[in-house]
């Protein structure tokens, strides 16, 4: 069997402009991963909002067509959401 070595080097220098480039590159890439993470909290808790609002909201509507059963569940619905 024939024996392969495969090396690369790769020659880097190390200076202050380089420096300066990865220092930007570092801060940009936290600041979109900032504004990411706030968009994507943003949408979650929007989209949790709008599913813990959605059964109560379905109540009320129906609430004209049976008032007593309905109040009452109301009622409880809204005491077991709050914290």
Request: with cysteine; aromatic share 2%.
């Amino acid at each position: 069997m024939a024996n392969t070595d495969l090396a690369i080097k790769i020659a880097t220098t190390l200076d202050s402009t380089g420096l300066r480039q990865a220092n930007k590159a570092v801060d940009s890439l936290g600041k979109s991963v900032t504004k990411l993470g706030r968009n994507l909290g943003l949408a979650l808790g929007t989209t949790a909002l709008l599913l813990i609002a959605k059964e109560p909201l379905k109540l009320l509507q129906q609430m004209t067509k049976q008032p007593r059963y309905l109040v009452s569940r109301w009622i409880t619905l809204v005491c077991r959401l709050q914290i």
